[in-house]
Nanobody, 124 residues
Framework: QVQLVESGGGLVQPGGSLRLSCAAS????????VAWYRQTPGKEREEVAE???????NYADIVKGRFTISRENTNNTVFLQMDSLKPEDTAVYYC??????????????????WGEGTQVTVSS
């Protein structure tokens, strides 16, 4: 089984910074693309940042220039550095990854996994 666990959320004042982490564990063979999404009550989950399999970052316009996505392959961790935070960035942030995982001898599965989410609140 594969698990994604986010951490680093919390309460921060407008203009402040937070760094989210997402640790992937389990029978991981390869992690392809990774991404961060966020969701507020009553709204669709939206993608804010993606790191493609080739290492190319893509950002939603609303966070471009303020958020930075990165990954550390040695311990299967993805980060989201969030700077110049605004109240409208308040949301639950979710980690997403496309992972090739081992199911047993000579068996594997390639699918998308989600973390449970971490709350980010930007307020004075």
């Amino acid at each position: 089984q594969v698990q994604l666990v986010e951490s680093g959320g919390g309460l921060v004042q407008p203009g402040g910074s937070l760094r989210l982490s997402c640790a992937a564990s389990g029978s991981i063979l390869t992690i392809a693309s990774v991404a961060w999404y966020r969701q507020t009550p009553g709204k669709e989950r939206e993608e804010v940042a993606e790191l493609t399999r080739g290492g190319m970052p893509n950002y939603a316009d609303i966070v471009k220039g303020r958020f930075t996505i990165s990954r550390e392959n040695t311990n299967n961790t993805v980060f989201l550095q969030m700077d110049s935070l605004k109240p409208e960035d308040t949301a639950v942030y979710y980690c997403n990854a496309q992972i090739l995982a081992a199911l047993g001898p000579a068996r594997s599965t390639f699918r998308t996994y989600w973390g449970e989410g971490t709350q980010v609140t930007v307020s004075s």
